[in-house]
C-alpha cells in the first residue's frame, strides 16, 4: 500500500489469502450490481493505495465523505510513536478530504500534518510538498493532487526508513489504514445494507495487511501500553471477520463491533495525556 514498507512485496500473497477468504464478501457499487463473485474482486482490493482504498469505497456505497470529517488532533506529543500514529491517521483524512473535493479542509489538514512531521524531524523536508498541495488544492488541481498526496506518502516513509527510523515508519502506516477503515467502517454503518457489509474492513487482504505491519513493529514497541491496546483491538477485529466462522454474510453485529473498535482505538490517539 506505500511503496517504500514491504506491502508490494506481500502482493501476490495477500491476492491469494483475499480469494481463498472472500468467498462469503459479495461485491456491490451503486448500480446495485451483485453478480460479480467476490474472489473476482478481491485481488484487486489486496495491494490498494489509500486513494484506490477510498475509490472503491465510493463506487460501492453513498458515502458522505464530508460527515467524515474531524476535529484537528492536539498539540503533537513528546511521545513519537504516537505522534506517528496520529501523522497516519491525519495523511488518511488527506485522501478522505481529496474525496470530498473541499480545498479549505485541505489545507487545514495539511498544516496539521506538517505540524507532527516537525515533531518527527520532517517538517523542513516536507514543507514544499506540503505547500504546493494546498496550492493544487486551492487551484482545484485535484487530479494532480492525488498523485501528489500518494507519493508524499510514500517519501515520508522513505525518508523515515533512511534515517533507521523503522518503528515511525511503521506506525505512520497503521494509523493510516487503521483511519481508512475506521471511514470505510463509518460509511457501512450509514449504509447498512448485506451487500455494503464486507467493505467494512475492505478486504480479508487489508486486515492482514494491518495485523502484519503491527506484528513488524519492534519488541520494545509490543511492550508499551498503548500499542498493546492496539494489538488487541486488531486481534479482536480480525476474529470478527476471521474464515472458517465467516461462512454466511456478515451480519450487523459484526459491522457494529468493528465501528466501535476502530473508533475506540482512533480516540484513544488523541487522548489528552497526563
Request: aromatic fraction near 4%; charge should be negative; hydrophobic fraction near 40%.
Amino acid at each position: 500500500m506505500s511503496a517504500p514498507s514491504s506491502r508490494p512485496r506481500r502482493a501476490l500473497c495477500l491476492a491469494i489469502l483475499a480469494g481463498l477468504c472472500a468467498g462469503a464478501l459479495p461485491a456491490a457499487d451503486n448500480q446495485g450490481a451483485t453478480d460479480t463473485p467476490a474472489a473476482d474482486v478481491a485481488p484487486a482490493l489486496a495491494d490498494q493505495t489509500p486513494a484506490e482504498f477510498l475509490d472503491s469505497l465510493a463506487q460501492r456505497t453513498k458515502a458522505r465523505w464530508r460527515l467524515l470529517f474531524r476535529p484537528p488532533p492536539p498539540t503533537p506529543p513528546t511521545d513519537r510513536g504516537r505522534a506517528a500514529l496520529i501523522l497516519g491517521s491525519l495523511l488518511a483524512d488527506s485522501f478522505l478530504i481529496w474525496q470530498a473535493g473541499d480545498a479549505q479542509q485541505f489545507r487545514n489538514n495539511n498544516q496539521e500534518v506538517l505540524s507532527y512531521c516537525r515533531m518527527l524531524g520532517l517538517g523542513e523536508k516536507l514543507l514544499p510538498r506540503l505547500m504546493a498541495q494546498g496550492k493544487m488544492a486551492e487551484s482545484s488541481e485535484w487530479k494532480e493532487l492525488r498523485h501528489e498526496i500518494v507519493e508524499s506518502h510514500q517519501e515520508l516513509i522513505r525518508m523515515l526508513r533512511e534515517q533507521k527510523d523503522d518503528d515511525p515508519a511503521v506506525l505512520i502506516d497503521l494509523g493510516l489504514w487503521l483511519r481508512l477503515v475506521e471511514i470505510a467502517s463509518s460509511v457501512v454503518v450509514e449504509n447498512d445494507t448485506v451487500e455494503s457489509r464486507p467493505l467494512c474492513i475492505g478486504s480479508p487482504a487489508i486486515l492482514q495487511e494491518i495485523r502484519d505491519d503491527y506484528n513488524r513493529l519492534s519488541m520494545a514497541k509490543h511492550d508499551e501500553s498503548l500499542i498493546k491496546r492496539i494489538g488487541t483491538a486488531i486481534e479482536e477485529i480480525s476474529a470478527l471477520w476471521r474464515a472458517p466462522a465467516q461462512q454466511t454474510a456478515p451480519t450487523e453485529e459484526q459491522v457494529t463491533k468493528t465501528h466501535d473498535k476502530l473508533t475506540e482505538i482512533l480516540l484513544v490517539l488523541v487522548e489528552k495525556q497526563g
